[in-house]
């Protein structure tokens, strides 16, 4: 049972570049959020999806975008990578909470990027 | 400013004694859960107690929740070696489906 992947788990980018990370799970979840994680701040919500089809922005949404055309899968872009975005960045998921279920967050192991 | 805030920002202690860690927040929220992450590694969750819950335990861990004070607390007993991490407080808000995170207090267990 993988649960939440991440991919890639580590990335250099040059100030400028486009990519996109990769989040996938396989607990049949309906709630999928990207947080970031740097020195000192705590985690910081992005982005976050209550369901395919759906997106929502977080606590710091700007030079993110993030589509989730499957229910299996978050996708984080980032259109013009600078350095201020050098960062761990962390997926989670979740049932909806109610129904028996809690709402826990279920983490991946990070992406580690940096921007030069 | 962030939704969490954890106190204190890092606490040592010996082996074996007790571990207290607060969070405070500022808006209405549906749960508050606490999370622990090991350096290097993703947030693993330990407890979530509801907003109509006062107390909750669960093996070593007690929780507790105030939700006029807008606070909660953490209690680790008999604190062990491994558990030197980083303790996180997450509150569920009530008006959307965010989830935010505080800034983490780092526990180090001394031997």
């Known amino acids: 049972n993988a649960g939440v992947t991440q991919t890639p788990k580590f990335r250099v980018l040059k100030t400028g570049q486009s990519m996109t990370l990769l989040c996938a799970q396989d607990m049949n979840h309906e709630y999928m959020y990207w947080y970031r994680q740097d020195p000192g701040m705590g985690l910081r919500l992005i982005h976050y999806?209550?369901?395919?089809?759906?997106?929502a922005k977080g606590e710091v949404p700007d030079g993110y975008n993030v589509s989730r055309l499957k229910k299996q899968n978050f996708l984080l872009g980032l259109e013009s990578a600078a350095p201020s975005q050098t960062s761990v960045y962390f997926c989670?998921?979740?049932?909806?909470?109610?129904?028996?279920?809690?709402?826990?967050?279920?983490f991946g192991e990070g992406s580690r990027l940096t921007v030069l | 400013s962030q939704q969490g805030e954890e106190d204190p920002q890092a606490l040592s202690i010996q082996e074996g004694e007790n571990a207290t860690m607060n969070c405070s927040y500022k808006t209405s929220i549906n749960n508050l859960q606490w999370y622990r992450q090991n350096s290097g590694r993703g947030l693993v969750h330990l407890i979530l107690i509801r907003s109509n819950e006062r107390e909750k335990h669960s093996g070593r861990l007690r929780v507790t929740l105030d939700t006029s004070k807008k606070s909660s607390s953490l209690l680790i007993t008999a604190s062990r070696a491994a558990d030197t991490a980083s303790y996180f407080c997450?509150?569920?808000?009530?008006?959307?489906?965010?989830?935010?995170f505080g800034k983490g207090t780092r526990l180090h267990i001394l031997p």
């Open positions: 999806s209550v369901g395919e089809g759906t997106t």
């Open positions: 989670a998921s979740s049932y909806e909470a109610g129904q028996g279920y809690t709402g826990e967050l279920f």
């Open positions: 997450a509150t569920d808000l009530l008006q959307d489906d965010k989830i935010i």
